[in-house]
């Protein structure tokens, strides 16, 4: 009998021992891990592993338009992203106009915004440079957003730009649009392709389970890659909308890129730009789009060498309703899709400019403007004032 209370006893001093050490282990490996995240992983990674936010960086979370620009977001890599405190990347304005000034806005995707290219060196502030060395004092309002179509970017204008009163709006959209002409069972609306997806609770149970545990975290972020059930992609704004369901095949893309039903939303939409900052008081101008196919690259659409001839054809497609709508309702189109003859221009892939190249379009916009006596016609509305 006491042989075998000792025996057991013994047995649960081994089995206390044992569940001992795993729990030193456990809370070494634990400790280990968070001096690890401490020293190699930027705040913002951790952030992003661990905590809800209506924010992913750049991108804040909008119910109208799904993300758009994080008001004073201020980031430096070598370039300058500053954001204004409205999500525009421009330098803050005044809710009035002040006397004297003439307020430019630009719309459109990630090539109005530059996503390459600091503050200064993005088509819309050169275009401001020109116009302030021809004699104006000018406000500019970069409102390109990466990845929005016209189904965002004209409903902010009329929302939150328009309300500003600018002179002058400056569109430079074509190429986003490939990516809703392109997907299966198109809506008109687009929700074919993108959604509202709140971002704000994605990963909920992963980011719980980070927080209590860096061990946990860096297992199943290791090396850079996501891991154990995590949904990298419902964390980007930008992506996380996308109905991926409704991604094409190459062959489907070219069959879908045939119907010409798809650039109708396309046509409204520039139409209602058009309509909208006519009755605000503004000149307007519609850019076309330069786009070289072989560079092509994204993460919605992938490449394909199948599809390429038939997106360069839609985007030229969505030039012509631009050159159209321009014709029809007598304002100005800038051919701005003539930088695409310069593969120097496009470093990166098919449509995102160097600083070059980015000027060069500001140019041609500011050459836009002085041939058509848009200029004058400014300078005037401005002295009026």
């Given at each position: 009998m006491a042989n075998e209370s000792t025996?057991?006893?013994?047995?649960?001093?081994?089995?206390?021992?044992?569940?001992?050490?795993?729990?030193?282990?456990?809370?070494?490996?634990?400790?280990?891990?968070?001096?690890?995240?401490?020293?190699?992983?930027?705040?913002?990674?951790?952030?992003?592993?661990?905590?809800?936010?209506?924010?992913?960086?750049?991108?804040?979370?909008?119910?109208?338009?799904?993300?758009?620009?994080?008001?004073?977001?201020?980031?430096?890599?070598?370039?300058r992203f500053d954001h204004d405190h409205r999500?525009?990347?421009?330098?803050?304005?005044?809710?009035?106009?002040?006397?004297?000034?003439?307020?430019?806005?630009?719309?459109?995707?990630?090539?109005?915004?530059?996503?390459?290219?600091?503050?200064?060196?993005?088509?819309?502030?050169?275009?401001?440079?020109?116009?302030?060395?021809?004699?104006?004092?000018?406000?500019?309002?970069?409102?390109?957003?990466?990845?929005?179509?016209?189904?965002?970017?004209?409903?902010?204008?009329?929302?939150?730009?328009?309300?500003?009163?600018?002179?002058?709006?400056?569109?430079?959209?074509?190429?986003?649009?490939?990516?809703?002409?392109?997907?299966?069972?198109?809506?008109?609306?687009?929700?074919?392709?993108?959604?509202?997806?709140?971002?704000?609770?994605?990963?909920?149970?992963?980011?719980?389970?980070?927080?209590?545990?860096?061990?946990?975290?860096v297992v199943a972020h290791a090396g850079g890659h996501d891991g154990l059930g995590w949904d990298a992609t419902a964390e980007s704004p930008m992506y996380g909308a996308i109905r991926y369901e409704n991604h094409p095949t190459p062959e489907a893309t070219v069959k879908n890129l045939e119907d010409p039903a798809r650039t109708v939303p396309y046509r409204r939409n520039v139409e209602r730009l058009v309509r909208a900052s006519r009755a605000a008081g503004a000149e307007v101008v519609l850019a076309t789009m330069a786009f070289r196919p072989e560079g092509y690259k994204s993460a919605s659409l992938y490449p394909d060498p199948l599809i390429l001839p038939a997106l360069a054809a839609q985007v030229e497609e969505n030039n012509q309703v631009v050159r159209e709508v321009g014709a029809a309702t007598g304002v100005m189109v800038s051919e701005t899709a003539v930088l695409a003859e310069e593969p120097a221009l496009f470093p990166k892939d098919d449509c995102h400019m160097g600083a070059d190249g980015l000027r060069r379009r500001a140019e041609i916009v500011f050459e836009t403007l002085k041939a058509s006596g848009a200029l004058e016609r400014l300078r005037a509305k401005v002295a009026a004032r």
């Open positions: 025996k057991t006893t013994g047995i649960r001093a081994a089995v206390g021992l044992v569940v001992v050490s795993c729990l030193i282990a456990g809370l070494g490996i634990e400790g280990a891990a968070r001096l690890y995240v401490g020293l190699h992983w930027p705040a913002a990674r951790v952030e992003l592993y661990t905590t809800q936010s209506k924010t992913r960086g750049r991108y804040t979370y909008h119910p109208k338009y799904a993300y758009y620009l994080t008001p004073d977001f201020h980031f430096d890599d070598g370039r999500g525009f990347r421009s330098a803050e304005i005044a809710d009035v106009k002040p006397p004297g000034v003439l307020r430019i806005a630009a719309i459109g995707g990630s090539t109005t915004y530059g996503v390459d290219v600091s503050n200064h060196e993005a088509y819309p502030q050169v275009l401001g440079e020109l116009l302030t060395r021809a004699g104006f004092q000018v406000e500019v309002i970069n409102a390109g957003t990466p990845g929005w179509t016209s189904m965002q970017s004209v409903p902010s204008l009329e929302d939150r730009i328009l309300p500003l009163a600018p002179d002058l709006v400056v569109a430079y959209q074509g190429r986003n649009e490939l990516m809703p002409q392109a997907y299966d069972h198109f809506a008109e609306d687009y929700s074919h392709y993108w959604q509202i997806r709140d971002f704000r609770e994605t990963n909920a149970l992963y980011k719980r389970l980070n927080r209590i545990s860096n061990a946990f975290m």
